[in-house]
């Protein structure tokens, strides 16, 4: 076997099992989880019609790995209305099953492990593919804390320049999970710096950047290159997919977009890869990435969500209404002595509501692990469910204070 499997640490979720392993949940409460960050809204009804109408022709033929024009050209014209970049659909786009394989597979094509020392650095915490990406790839992490004082930026102005050194790639998540943080200009422009000095690429994880709350729609980072002057996205790409935007998880459908000297290796990887999207697939997220009206009303469920729920939590614990994503990244009070676990171990127990520890998204690095005492809530159900976790983790902390 490869050794290298035996690097990859147990996914959070099933810590979360193991954590929960021998807790009976009050059963006076039916249960809530806000413990996986998985969308629940239903999916619009065009796409599924999009995918149902494609099925008679669309599977008896191979689909070509770099996906049809039609397709690249749907996802470059989202780019152009989203972020107002040009992006060629022959030589600078790709379609990929999800984000989740492409960012796993991106690793695959842009390492090599045979260069001494061979880094890819990760804000911490992260989404915890970026890891195994870079250990199958033989590369080792290198982990940057976010800031809670800056709005959780990692700071990525903290990486020694030996780090740096031997850097191959860098993952930004942007809007961030768990903090739902986006990364401002200013940061951008730093990595593009150390990026043209040291020669690493960025792969930039956008697949949040459709769910926020303030007025401006995230940054991206084609966005950014573009506004630096770089509209070649030298050593940059942007991952993004349709799970969370359209509601479309099952579907496994997104795209990478940016240089083409990455996307062209990436293209040869695939080919053997073998994560040629379906034509039935295809076709629905064809019709998914031209309609912006279902992106506006899931925004808009996101939104009244998050007004209601944050106030309330607000009372109680250190937690704010996030930039982006669909997750509220709180402190354990006091009480809890800053264990996340214990929190989320008397919660489930006592009021039936999953939340996720936040040391489990995060890793220790320089002697502290940056998720302690946080635990990330997914607000993925439906209002009147988020509403009554946060009215039972009201009074689950006050019962304790
Ligand atoms: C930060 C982040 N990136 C990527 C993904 C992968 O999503 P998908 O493969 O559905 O695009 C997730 C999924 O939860 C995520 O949280």
Redesign the pocket.
């Known amino acids: 076997m490869n050794p290298l499997l035996s690097q990859l640490q147990p996914y959070p979720f099933e810590r979360l099992r193991n954590l929960f392993e021998g807790v009976t949940p009050n059963p006076a409460y039916r249960p809530i989880s806000l413990g996986i ?2 969308p629940k809204h239903a999916t619009p009804q065009f796409i599924q019609d999009a995918l149902a109408a494609d099925l008679a022709t669309g599977l008896s033929g191979y689909p070509p790995t770099a996906g049809t024009p039609a397709l690249r050209e749907a996802c470059a014209g989202w780019l152009q209305r989203r972020y107002g970049v040009a992006v060629d659909a022959a030589t600078q786009v790709i379609p990929v099953l ?4 492409a ?1 796993f597979s991106l690793a695959q094509t842009v390492i090599d492990p045979t260069r001494a020392g061979a880094t890819v650095v990760c804000p911490n915490p992260f ?1 915890q ?1 970026y890891e195994g990406a870079a250990l199958l790839a033989g590369a080792q992490t290198h982990y940057v804390a976010s800031d809670p004082a800056r709005n959780f930026a990692p700071r990525w102005d903290m990486v020694a320049d030996e780090v740096w050194a031997r850097t191959q790639l860098v993952y930004v ?1 942007s809007p ?2 768990p903090t739902g943080a986006v990364m401002p200009l200013e940061e951008w422009q730093l990595l593009f710096e150390l990026s043209d000095r040291y020669g690493f690429v960025i792969a930039s ?1 956008e ?2 950047s459709e769910i926020y709350f303030q007025g401006e729609p995230p940054l991206g980072g084609l966005q950014a290159a573009a506004a630096l002057g770089r509209t070649d996205f030298r050593r940059l790409v942007m ?3 349709l ?2 935007r359209s509601n479309v ?1 099952g579907m ?1 459908s ?1 795209f990478v977009a940016g240089d083409a000297q990455v996307i062209k290796p990436f293209l040869l990887y695939r080919t053997y890869h073998g994560s040629a999207m379906s034509p039935v697939v295809a076709a629905a997220s064809i019709a998914a990435w031209g309609d912006e009206t279902h992106v506006e009303d899931n925004r808009r469920r996101y939104r009244e969500k998050f007004a209601r729920v944050t106030p309330m939590l607000e009372t109680v614990m250190d937690v704010r209404l996030p930039d982006a994503a669909f997750y509220l990244w709180a402190g354990v009070p006091a009480a809890w002595k800053g264990s996340d676990t214990d929190f989320a171990r008397e919660l489930l127990a006592q009021y039936n509501v999953a939340v996720l520890p936040g040391s489990y998204l995060a890793r220790d690095a320089g002697g502290a692990n940056p998720g302690r005492g946080r635990v990330r809530m997914a607000l993925v159900a439906d209002t009147d469910e988020c509403v009554e976790a946060a009215e039972r983790i009201v009074h689950f902390i006050q019962s304790k204070a």
Not at 98 to 101: F, P, Q
Request: charged share 25%; hydrophobic share 15%; with cysteine.
């Open positions: 960050g998985e999800g984000s989740r394989e960012l989404y593919i998540c961030g999970n994880d697949c949040y991952l993004t997919s799970s969370k998880p496994r997104g």
